[in-house]
Antibody, heavy 118, light 110 residues
Framework: EVQLVESGGALVRPGGSLRLSCAASGFSFSSYSMSWVRQAPGKGLEWVSSTTGTSAYIFYADSVKGRFTISRDNAKNALYLQMNSLRAEDTAVYYC???????????WGQGTLVTVSS | QSALTQPASVSGSPGQSITISCTGTSSDIGGHNFVSWYQQNPGMAPKLIIYEVTNRPSGVSNRFSASKSGNTASLIISELQAEDEADYYCSSKTASSTLVFGGGTKLTVL
């Protein structure tokens, strides 16, 4: 059974940093791209970042480019999102998702809440 | 990359069919067949219900179908049931190989 479990969400002040983690199990982690998708309170889904299985290709949404860094450790079956220079508009539930070659997300974690506020 | 355009809300009575549209551009929806649809219930993670424009993952009801014409994709839910009440999102590959979601549509079953 595929499982994705996010952690690391917290209340952080504007300008601060946070690192999210996603523990994956139940599939060959290194063979698949992975993504982070976020959802601000009461708002829609926003794709944040993706990385291929070997990290050869990494993509970011313009809204986070230069501030967020996606990474993965295939030996630990783990995905990460380092978030720097956080802003109020980064407040959201952050989901980790398995990203298929055909640009869809077939498995999602339960999400972790990041709140940026003073 | 601007979000794809979806109606904010749609509604229908049990047993009826409804259609949710998702409009993009030739750089996203119109440029390939990597369009997906997701169902999200309150407080839950999204669930994939359609991939590659028309395909249903195993376990998804055949009451869900989808199509694409030009720059617009459509999700059709037939024989509407109370359990279908949820938020629905489309997504598409973009010309820069990133991904864009629609703004979401709230489906109300009357």
């Amino acid at each position: 059974e595929v499982q994705l479990v996010e952690s690391g969400g917290a209340l952080v002040r504007p300008g601060g940093s946070l690192r999210l983690s996603c523990a994956a199990s139940g599939f060959s982690f290194s063979s698949y791209s992975m993504s982070w998708v976020r959802q601000a309170p009461g708002k829609g889904l926003e794709w944040v970042s993706s990385t291929t299985g070997t990290s050869a290709y990494i993509f970011y949404a313009d809204s986070v480019k230069g501030r967020f860094t996606i990474s993965r450790d295939n030996a630990k079956n783990a995905l990460y999102l380092q978030m720097n220079s956080l802003r109020a508009e980064d407040t959201a539930v952050y989901y980790c998702a398995k990203y298929n070659y055909n640009y869809d997300f077939d498995y999602w974690g339960q999400g972790t809440l990041v709140t940026v506020s003073s | 990359q601007s979000a794809l355009t979806q109606p904010a809300s749609v509604s229908g009575s049990p047993g009826q069919s409804i259609t949710i549209s998702c409009t993009g551009t030739s750089s996203d929806i119109g440029g390939h067949n990597f369009v997906s649809w997701y169902q999200q219930n309150p407080g839950m993670a999204p669930k994939l219900i359609i991939y590659e424009v028309t395909n249903r993952p195993s376990g998804v009801s055949n009451r869900f179908s989808a199509s694409k014409s030009g720059n617009t994709a459509s999700l059709i839910i037939s024989e509407l049931q109370a359990e279908d009440e949820a938020d629905y999102y489309c997504s598409s590959k973009t010309a820069s190989s990133t991904l864009v979601f629609g703004g979401g549509t709230k489906l109300t079953v009357l």
